[in-house]
């Protein structure tokens, strides 16, 4: 019990630490913008149909097992509000960020760790170049900024799938589903899943990163960096997820505390 | 001149280098022989700091590169080129860019500047330019290395480490890297550093060689009387060990 706790508050530490220094290579320069360009369209524009399929299939599942207890309860008239709500707020960016860190967190790990075994790295270092700087910032900003726009562009889809699926399948009219979604859909949810996109990024961005630039000891070494990558990068996004719907949940009933004193 | 004091490395429990002792001076090529795994490229490695020993000094034109901080390191690497033993090309890259990768970053070169630098330096290594669009996978093994070779030579090292240039080479592969570096050293008249298990490389680059034997360098000497020297170690390695 005592080596697990240790074990997280090394593995907490080190991507605090990593994040550090990743911020002091970028600060220090010099700014690798087409490397920027370059990894962005690897990460971002190339997962652009991966998540698409994602998004729209999120919406659904989360329109079909909403419909049914909403029906029941004689509320079926609130399946837009609900299902837009919960996308934005909390499911839509969480699935659509863990299918993202599948994807591109695994990328990210593979390329740096197998760059790492293979002493490209050590050659980057050899040029008189910093891989930080070279390697890493470039990467992590590709990831943060992608991450980030892919799970607005996420959940834009899933609000789409899951209209498409309870007017086409589940029979809702289209006018009510759209009134109650938009009526219940107010700045907060925009904020969430704003928010959320941010953090999100900066998780996979971090956490894959770090796991390949610590990788070791050849092929073996890469499969376990992509692994344990994929496991702390759903850990951590769960965790910052909670902290911070608790956090946006505590400011969003105070500005209501506010909002009713103004009035 | 590069030179090694008293350096002692250990990776856990396993002390690698017990006290290395050598001075390697301007204009010269040295060659330390070694069987695999015994901590030549080690040794190699504390010169650009990719590795810091425990103890002990290696000093590069009389400063010591154990006391350099990581972020100063870059001086020294520009003046101590190092060929990695395997090429290490980046792989999404052509052979230009590989080339030109470090010293694109390093000076402010036109394009038409940078192609002539990647013709010179492919012709210093024996390549054809017409080769600088291909990616790496298009080439040789053999073409690979000297592609490594050729980015490590644009930016104009005053040293240059070689660590096992001939290891997954045909015989007639290696014979010409090793003349290669017996050219370059020549014609550039840079330092060399030259780690190999391959006895035949030895003989065609070597100004002078040691062998690296339970963390120490032993029997430093002009390779003409190295083969001869009649210590046992020396010829269980030469006759023993490297004949398996």
Not at chain 1, 180 to 205: C, H, R, T
Request: aromatic share 8%.
């Amino acid at each position: 019990m005592r080596d697990v706790v240790v074990n997280i508050l090394e593995e907490i530490g080190g991507l605090f630490t990593f994040l550090g220094s990743v911020i002091v290579a970028l600060v220090r320069g010099p700014f690798q913008f087409r490397e920027l360009v370059y990894q962005s369209y690897r990460v971002g524009v190339q997962s652009l149909m991966v998540i698409f399929l994602a998004g729209g299939f999120v919406g659904a599942i989360i329109a079909i097992q909403f419909s049914y207890p909403l029906e029941m309860l004689g509320a079926d008239v609130l399946l837009g509000g609900v299902v837009s709500s919960a996308i934005m707020r909390e499911v839509g960016p969480m699935l659509i960020a863990a299918m993202i860190a599948g994807r591109i967190g695994a990328y990210i790990v593979a390329e740096l760790g197998t760059m790492k075994v293979t002493e490209q790295v050590d050659v980057v270092r050899c040029l008189g170049l910093d891989p930080m700087t070279y390697l890493v910032v470039p990467r992590f900003l590709a990831v943060w900024i992608n991450v980030f726009l892919l799970t607005i562009f996420g959940v834009i889809v899933a609000l789409v799938g899951g209209l498409l699926v309870s007017v086409l399948m589940l029979g809702s009219n289209p006018y009510t589903y759209w009134t109650n979604a938009v009526a219940l859909i107010d700045e907060a949810a925009f904020i969430y899943a704003l928010v959320k996109g941010v953090f999100f990024g900066l998780v996979v961005a971090t956490v894959s990163c770090r796991k390949g630039m610590l990788t070791e000891e050849g092929a073996v070494g890469v499969g376990r960096s992509v692994r344990t990558s994929l496991v702390v990068t759903l850990i951590a996004l769960f965790v910052v997820s909670y902290f911070l719907s608790s956090i946006l949940r505590i400011m969003e009933h105070f500005a209501e505390i506010g909002r009713m004193l103004y009035l | 001149m590069i030179e090694f004091r008293r350096v002692h490395k250990s990776f856990g429990d396993n002390e690698i280098l017990k006290g290395i002792d050598v001075e390697i001076k301007d204009g010269e090529t040295f060659a330390v022989l070694g069987p695999t795994g015994i901590g030549k490229s080690v040794m190699l490695k504390c010169v650009v700091g990719l590795v810091r020993p425990e103890r002990g000094s290696v000093t590069v034109d009389g400063e010591n590169v154990v006391k350099v901080p990581e972020k100063d390191m870059p001086r020294i690497r520009l003046k101590v080129g190092m060929v990695f033993q395997q090429p290490t090309l980046f792989d999404s890259m052509s052979v230009k860019s590989n080339v030109v990768y470090g010293l694109r970053r390093h000076k402010k070169l036109s394009r038409a500047e940078l192609d002539d630098e990647v013709a010179e330096v492919l012709g210093l290594v024996g390549l054809d330019p017409s080769i600088s669009e291909k990616m790496p996978q298009h080439l040789s093994f053999g073409e690979q290395k000297r592609v490594g070779l050729a980015r490590t030579l644009a930016l104009r090292p005053r040293y240059l480490l070689y660590d096992e240039p001939t290891t997954g080479l045909d015989p007639l592969t290696a014979e010409s890297i090793n003349e290669l570096i017996a050219t370059l050293a020549a014609k550039l008249g840079v330092t060399s550093i030259v780690v190999t298990h391959d006895i035949r490389c030895v003989e065609v680059v070597a100004d002078r060689v040691g062998l690296i034997h339970d963390g120490t360098l032993l029997h430093v000497q002009k390779p003409d009387t190295f083969f001869d020297d009649p210590s046992p170690v020396l010829r269980d390695f030469l006759y023993g060990e490297a004949a398996e």
